[in-house]
Each structure stands twice: as C-alpha cells, then as structure tokens.
C-alpha cells in the first residue's frame, strides 16, 4: 500500500512539475526592436543579421544616479529599454541610490522577484504577505534580501 502511494506522489508530482514550469523560449533571442512600435509580449524582434554586441551591454550602473526629489532616491534601470537584448527573458536590473532618510516608494512587482544587494550603507526593508504580516530586516554592506513575486515592498 505505502508503495502505491508513493507511486502516486510520484505520478502527481510528476505531472504538476510539468504543468507549473515555465515554456522554453522558442527562440534562443530576440533582441528588441524599439522603433517597430508593435508590443505583444515585449517588443518584436530585431533582424538577427542585425544583432551586436552593443544590444547586449549598457554601462550606466557604474556610476550613482543624481538624486533630485522628495523621496531622496533615484532608480538606474537596466532594463530591456537601456539593453535590447533583453527583450523576452524576463529579467533586469536596477540600481537604486540613496540620500540619508531616503526611500523607496512602495510598489509591487506582480511578475518578478527582487533582490537587492547592498553595495554600500544600510538600508531597513520589508514586505507585506498577503496575510497581511510584516517581514523586514535591517540590512547592511554585502546583504542580499529577497522580495517574493508580487509583494508589496516596503
């Protein structure tokens, strides 16, 4: 009897780990073609035989951003919009600088996880659950904290 039923664990995990995964991408890239100005699930594919380097790299991380509003921060994005290539892979990056007191706005990310990792400073974060329960740490130079899919941060 145990042998059945783990036979049907087995079975069921089985058939969810294929039903819950993520598709392949149908292709290997799809650098973004901004000037098309057609969105369906991104933006629609750059000419391959068109495709550099250059559609690959963006530099401005390196550098903070000037912070000049009453929240005291600025976020650098690097995203498909700065790096075409990109386009389709459902990920980015951002930097985000600080004046003392400032803040990040809160805001949800309803098909993404962040992490953040602090490069310098110390920084109190936190997420809401959708029980409505407060999670948030201190964080300090070299912490990494994660923020599910779809949380509100705070």
Do not use: W
């Not at 392949?24 to 594919?45: E, P, R, S, Y």
């Not at 962040?114 to 110390?122: M, N, S, T």
């Amino acid at each position: 009897m145990a042998a059945m039923v783990s036979a049907y664990l087995f079975v069921f995990l089985s058939l969810f780990g294929m039903v819950a995964s993520d598709p392949d991408l149908l292709q290997d890239i799809c650098v973004a073609n901004k000037a098309a100005g057609v969105k369906v699930n991104g933006f629609t594919c750059k000419d391959e035989a068109n495709v550099t380097e250059a559609d690959f790299f963006f530099s401005g991380l390196a550098n903070p951003g000037v912070i000049n509003n009453s929240v005291g921060s600025v976020v650098t994005g690097a995203n498909v919009e700065k790096i075409p290539g990109l386009n389709t892979l459902g990920v980015s990056l951002a930097r985000v600088n600080y004046q003392p007191g400032g803040l990040n706005p809160p805001h949800t990310h309803p098909r993404a996880t962040e992490i953040i990792f602090v490069l310098d400073g110390e920084l109190d974060v936190g997420f809401i659950t959708t029980s409505n329960k407060l999670i948030s740490k201190s964080v300090k130079k070299g912490d990494v904290f994660a923020f599910p899919k779809a949380e509100e941060q705070r």
